[in-house]
């Protein structure tokens, strides 16, 4: 590589949740880096990103920390989520009036790269990396547009990240990879498994080999309802994927009482996370998907923008102290309050999808409801604190340490 001066301290690829949460929260922290960061995003916001857009109350959390709110985009409130096996059993909220929100991507996404360029950070659309070059003194970054050199560089470019190979990714890394396909439907005349205006996870599909769920959640398209469906399969149990999802999605959608041969399914990867993953290297940190994110539910949303928020606070004190190596970013994001989240859920992901008996699957879900409405309420769902800084979590977690 020459001896090109950097063009920029931070060059962050993708601006999804993890890449304008990182860029956000940075500024905050460290308002002089203001012109010393790019965000590099293949499409133009708004684009389509396959997601169900199910927002669990830790992303208002997460979005309040840098000044911003739901209430600026359009939402829809679902009353109830039922957690069924085969047409049975519990229902549950995770706030106190409502199970959970559900946003369009394109929306959330265009809201939150408009607010970062807004504060003053330049986001370069129609931008692809195809190559990142780390050497001693600097990363360079090739796109469709040129070569750009920066002193740091955080992958937050998905579940295909073309950053996670540059990180020497760990081994069997594909596998920790979840299939799902989806559908935008028109609203449903009537579910019988259900009130309209609920969600639904079927998780009988386990019976065929699915390690995860059916979903059936309300939606909107420009304020219109709609209906999103989809299957998650997680992989997490372990095994070869051997079950069609479209076989799944049309048996469930005949189920809701629509018409199967309707369907236009899209699919899209998710990768979960693993403590034991490669998720920073010098001058490089990933983030979002790229590092890994749910592995229960496939809920990453809430998780990207925490993402953001720990990557924030490893690039501050990098840039400040010239460590650039992040030689302890995985134990940050792992001490954190977002990761003893991700950890819980990897654990009960391999736990759960591992049953392979249906007679113990249905059991756990039809009688298992008092338990689960519990435990996904204190250590899945509401993971974020008020505040959340890693800091204050290690010395938390480690007490013996604090002076
Ligand atoms: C079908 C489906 C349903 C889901 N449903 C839910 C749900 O209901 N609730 C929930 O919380 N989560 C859900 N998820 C998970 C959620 O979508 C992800 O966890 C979340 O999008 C991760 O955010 P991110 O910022 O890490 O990545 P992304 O949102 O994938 O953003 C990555 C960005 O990087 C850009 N990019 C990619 N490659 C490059 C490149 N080479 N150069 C430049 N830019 C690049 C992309 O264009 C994109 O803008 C779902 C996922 C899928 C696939």
Not at 167 to 176: L, P, T
Not at 231 to 260: F, K
Not at 335 to 350: E, F, H, I, N, Q
Request: charged letters at 25%; hydrophobic letters at 40%; a positive charge.
């Amino acid at each position: 590589m020459n001896a090109k001066q950097p063009d920029y301290d931070v060059i962050i690829v993708g601006s999804g949740p993890a890449g304008s949460s990182t860029a956000l929260n940075l500024l905050a922290r460290s308002p002089t880096l203001r012109e010393r960061i790019v965000v590099l995003e293949k499409a133009t916001h708004p684009r389509i990103k396959l997601c169900a857009g199910g927002v669990v109350p830790d992303v208002e959390r997460c979005l309040g920390s840098v000044g911003l709110t739901l209430a600026d985009i359009h939402t829809v409130s679902v009353d109830w989520a039922h957690m069924h096996y085969r047409g049975r059993g519990f229902r549950m909220r995770v706030a106190r009036d409502e199970a959970f929100r559900v946003l369009r991507r394109n929306e959330l996404d265009a809201y939150l790269a408009d607010n970062v360029q807004r504060r003053g950070i330049r986001l370069e659309e129609h931008t692809e990396v195809s190559r990142v070059h780390v050497s001693d003194s600097m990363v360079s970054v090739e796109t469709n547009r040129g070569r750009l050199v920066g002193r740091v560089v955080v992958g937050a470019d998905g579940a295909k990240s073309v950053v996670r190979k540059h990180v020497g990714a760990s081994h069997n890394s594909e596998r920790r990879v979840a299939r799902l396909v989806e559908s935008l439907v028109p609203e449903m005349p009537s579910d019988p498994r259900m009130p309209a205006g609920d969600a639904l996870f079927e998780f009988g599909c386990m019976a065929n080999g699915v390690q995860g769920y059916f979903w059936n959640f309300p939606s909107h398209d420009g304020g219109d309802p709609r209906r999103t469906a989809g299957v998650y399969d997680s992989r997490a149990g372990g095994g070869d994927p051997r079950t069609s999802l479209r076989t799944i999605m049309q048996a469930e959608m005949e189920a809701s009482g629509r018409d199967p041969t309707e369907l236009v399914l899209e699919g899209h990867p998710l990768r979960w996370y693993d403590p034991n993953a490669t998720i920073a290297t010098h001058r490089v940190l990933l983030a979002g998907d790229a590092a890994g994110v749910d592995a229960v539910f496939g809920e990453g949303i809430s998780l990207s923008l925490g993402y953001g928020e720990v990557a924030a606070e490893a690039l501050a004190g990098a840039l400040a102290t010239g460590d650039l190596s992040f030689s302890d970013y995985a134990q940050r994001v792992r001490s954190s309050a977002l990761g003893r989240s991700l950890l819980m859920r990897t654990r009960v992901a391999k736990i759960l999808y591992r049953l392979r008996s249906p007679a113990i699957q249905r059991a756990l879900i039809w009688y298992g409801g008092p338990f689960f409405r519990w435990f996904l309420s204190r250590y899945i769902f509401n993971w974020r604190p008020e505040t959340m800084s890693t800091e204050h979590e290690q010395r938390r977690r480690f007490p013996i340490f604090d002076a």
